[in-house]
């Protein structure tokens, strides 16, 4: 049978992206129910999904062989690719996630490149590309979200030529002399070229992209275009990619009303008191992962207390740190790192009923991660690397109280937007304490100065700004060449 040829195949809006917004709960084997996986991408495709006749193709995040039960009404929009146990291992973990993520992140622990799981991603993004086509009416928009389908644009092209093909980036596109390492590289390049548009967080990852095509591909024309978001364009024989800059951003004003609600704000009160009310709480919120930089900021922590600049009467660090990724060997190794630190940091520095490292490997329901930003007197977002970073972006939206201060690495996407924030080099250890202990003793009206500013961007550029902004610039144009080369 046809992939995908269900009741939906006429969805004039299609986005096709690694994950379904739902999962599979297995925890009554015998009963799995479908449940909604909230997110940013969630929170802005949503509405557009509704109005229009939307439909979302994505892995539900099991590997069950068999059939899934069927989704409830309000979900019959979402359609699940299925991926088998093997799939999961070569093109998820392995090349996804081994050889993409860190390659395209500064190379921050050394890739693994290996043919088997390049056959993997090439099969994967051809069922992805299928299921897209067979969900697609004439005409549909087709959005294709990120580094795990980076060759759906081209495969769908091929299926479908009638569609319109929008591609986005979220992680960081590297400089050619790291990309060019990667023995595929001509593929992906052709992948993404069969999109009509390609966005990238910072301009930079676009110039990034355009400068790789112009040493890949010598025949075509890349120039440079004077729009606002739109940063140049690559003229193919037949039909014209524009490529542009998008930064994401979050649902402000619906963590703003979650931020202000009674519940959370006793929450928030609550975290105060167990933690002790005369301490200075710091916050970090990530996602288990060598590239948000935990390790490095443990240990500015460390060099604080070890040189009496903190104490754990005085201050304490929550450190979230989300489950992700736990099979991959580099995951694991950064897991065992982070724990021993911790331990290393509350043995040494700890007292009965005082540690002043809160270390929770575990998600937290989003109205206890509101309660969190909130009890936050500094909020530490620092990256070696990352796209945008969304928790940043979150915190400034959760504080409608104008508390709390950002520290933001400036390798972070979002610290070229949020630059009232307070901006550290995380390679730099000595300057790391110097930025959190600054943190720490800022100024209370300096503080409200610069959230206020803090906030006032966030707003503006909201999850439904950024979604508006790449529609607005994918329909701009037929994708067809106007007048001819360098037009
Ligand atoms: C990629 C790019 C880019 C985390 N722990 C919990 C929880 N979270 C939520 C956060 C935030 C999201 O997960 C993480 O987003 P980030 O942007 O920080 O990072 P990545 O996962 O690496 O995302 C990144 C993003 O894509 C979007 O384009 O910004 O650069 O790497 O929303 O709140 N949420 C809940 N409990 C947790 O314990 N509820």
Redesign the pocket.
């Known amino acids: 049978p046809r992939p995908g040829r269900t009741a939906a195949s006429d969805a004039d809006f299609v986005v096709v992206a690694n994950r379904l917004p739902l999962h599979l709960d297995t925890t009554d084997l015998d009963a799995p129910r479908w449940r909604r996986s909230p ?2 991408l969630v929170s802005a495709l949503e509405p557009i999904l509704r109005t229009r006749r939307g439909a979302w193709a994505g892995w539900a995040g099991t590997v069950t062989g068999g059939a899934h039960p069927a989704l409830p009404d309000q979900d019959t929009r979402m359609h699940p690719v299925p991926l088998t146990e093997d799939e999961y291992r070569d093109y998820y973990e392995g090349f996804s996630n081994a050889t993409l993520w860190p390659l395209f992140h500064d190379a921050v622990v050394p890739p693994d490149f290996d043919q088997s799981w390049w056959h993997s991603y090439l099969g994967v993004n051809q069922r992805f590309a299928q299921h897209a086509a067979a969900l697609a009416g004439p005409g549909a928009t087709v959005w294709v979200q990120d580094y795990q389908l980076m060759l759906v644009p081209a495969m769908l092209r091929a299926l479908r030529p009638d569609v319109r093909i929008g591609f986005f980036l ?2 960081p596109f590297p400089p050619p002399e790291l990309f060019l390492q990667l023995p595929w590289r001509s593929q992906i390049v052709d992948g993404l070229l069969g999109a009509d548009l390609i966005g990238f ?1 910072l301009p930079g990852g676009a110039e990034n992209f355009l400068q790789l095509v112009r040493r890949l591909r010598r025949g075509e024309d890349v120039s440079r275009a004077p729009h606002a978001s739109v940063l140049g364009r690559v003229l193919l024989r037949d039909r014209e990619v524009r490529v542009g800059a998008f930064p ?1 951003s979050v649902d402000a004003a619906g963590l703003e009303d979650l931020a202000r609600s009674e519940p959370v704000r006793e929450r928030t009160r609550q975290i105060r008191r167990q933690l002790g009310e005369r301490r200075r709480i710091m916050l970090g ?3 288990l ?1 060598y590239t948000k930089g935990i390790d490095q900021r443990l240990r500015a922590f460390e060099g604080l207390l070890a040189a009496g600049r903190a104490t754990a009467q005085d201050t304490v660090l929550v450190q ?1 740190a ?1 489950p992700s990724r736990e099979r991959i060997g580099h995951y694991r190794r950064q897991r065992a790192r982070i724990e021993a630190r911790v331990g290393q940091i509350n043995g040494a520095f700890g007292q009965v009923g005082q540690v002043p490292v809160h270390y929770l490997h ?5 109205s206890e ?1 509101a309660a969190l930003y909130g009890a936050a007197d500094v909020m530490l977002v620092t990256p070696l690397r ?6 940043a972006k ?1 915190f400034v939206a959760a504080r409608p109280d104008l508390g709390g201060s950002l520290v933001l690495s400036e390798f972070a ?1 979002a610290a070229q937007e949020l630059t009232r924030a307070l901006l550290v080099n995380p390679h730099h250890p000595v300057e790391f304490q110097d930025v959190m202990a600054a943190a720490l003793g800022q100024d209370e009206t300096e503080g409200r100065r610069r959230m206020r500013d803090l906030r006032h961007h966030v707003r503006e550029r909201d999850v439904h700004h950024w979604a508006h902004s790449f529609l607005a610039v994918l329909h701009g144009g037929s994708g067809s060449v106007p007048s001819g080369p360098g037009a």
Request: hydrophobic content about 35%; overall charge negative.
């Open positions: 997110g940013g979220h992680i967080q994401i919120v990530d996602r992962d979230i989300t575990t998600t937290v329901d989003r991660l990352d796209g945008m970073n969304l928790v979150e996407g």
